[in-house]
């Protein structure tokens, strides 16, 4: 009827499930998209699981997934995982001192404690001053002997630290030494768990009740971070043309005084006062005991100008005679020799050997 079979069925394709293949990559970025039919569904798995392999190689979207594929980076020492750059350290001069002895069960510092905190603090600022651009870390322990409870020796610990602490910043305050040079101290208690000479519980052993002092000099201080601020906009000022047509008579004159006619000459004539000078006085170059020596003054500066005055050459001169024999001994003899003695003695002593501990190929 009207030219339909209605008996006839409308052909029917070999298979009757049509399947998407997955894009290809191509050059340039092109993909294919083809139908294919059933016959290729065997390779399907195999083609995703390679697209997503190598979507997760290539840090590119998967074509499975469309998602973006995160790098892996692998286990801490791996070749896939990323390998810091070690970043090299500052060299840090770093010595320490030792004050025992202390009473039993006293925290309390005896005179000889006074003397070798003063003459640490002296050394504390030559050294800083010969090294400009450094700055001090002090941390301060105290211990104590086995000799009682352990709960009570941790707190006779700290009250031994506190004190040498206390002693160690009035000394270096005559040095007036700031923040960028030196580290607010430190100070803790190891109690009886670190004890200089080996001993038996309840000992009472003298050189374990001491204070140990731990001096860092190291780079600069860092800067305070400072909050960045906009820089305020720069308002630019309109300038009026420059008019050019000046008088035929326009004689330029430069601002200021003007120079006297004879002035070429007296120039010429200075030079040579000072060129003569030069040839008549050779200047000989710095040495390294010379830059000692003047830092070493420059710290000690507050000492020698509380000595008589008779006393006060003496003693840069006895500085200067003590370094220049580069022994502990030849500067303590050159002190000794300049009449000076008790406590300003010790701070030019503990200055001296700070110098020439300073000195290039000297293990500090």
């Not at 430190?186 to 140990?212: C, I, Q, Y």
């Not at 500085?319 to 010790?346: H, L, P």
């Amino acid at each position: 009827m009207n030219g339909f079979d209605l008996d006839r069925k409308p052909p029917q394709p070999a298979s009757s499930t049509l399947t998407r293949q997955p894009d290809k990559p191509r050059a340039g970025g092109e993909r294919d998209n083809k139908m294919q039919t059933g016959s290729d569904q065997e390779g399907r798995g195999a083609d995703f699981s390679t697209l997503r392999m190598r979507a997760q190689n290539e840090n590119k979207p998967s074509a499975a997934t469309g998602q973006q594929a995160i790098q892996a980076t692998g286990a801490p020492g791996s070749a896939a995982a990323p390998v810091a750059a070690a970043k090299p350290k500052a060299a840090a001069d770093t010595w320490s001192e030792t004050i025992d002895r202390f009473g039993h069960n006293r925290s309390d510092l005896t005179a000889k404690h006074g003397k070798s905190l003063d003459a640490l603090a002296t050394t504390i600022a030559t050294r800083l001053t010969l090294a400009p651009h450094s700055r001090a870390i002090v941390s301060v322990s105290g211990h104590t002997d086995t000799s009682g409870d352990e709960t009570r020796n941790e707190v006779l610990g700290q009250k031994r630290a506190d004190a040498a602490k206390a002693a160690l910043e009035l000394s270096l305050r005559k040095f007036k030494l700031g923040a960028d040079r030196i580290a607010p101290i430190v100070a803790g208690s190891l109690g009886e768990t670190n004890p200089a000479v080996a001993s038996g519980d309840g000992v009472k052993e003298a050189a374990n009740r001491r204070v140990e002092i731990t001096i860092t000099l190291e780079g600069p201080a860092p800067a305070a971070s400072a909050t960045p601020t906009q820089a305020p906009p720069v308002q630019t000022q309109k300038k009026n043309p420059v008019d050019l047509n000046l008088p035929p008579d326009y004689a330029p004159r430069l601002p200021g005084p003007r120079r006297p006619d004879d002035w070429w000459k007296n120039a010429e004539e200075n030079q040579r006062k000072i060129d003569k000078f030069d040839r008549e006085h050779q200047r000989k170059p710095r040495s390294l005991n010379d830059v000692l020596v003047d830092g070493v003054t420059k710290v000690l500066e507050p000492i020698i100008e509380k000595l008589p005055k008779v006393l006060q050459d003496k003693a840069r001169d006895g500085i200067r005679a003590g370094i220049e024999k580069g022994t502990e001994a030849g500067c303590d003899a050159a002190i000794d020799a300049s009449g000076v003695s008790g406590g300003e003695a010790e701070a030019i002593k503990a200055a001296c050997h700070a110098a020439l501990k300073t000195k290039p190929g000297e293990k500090p």
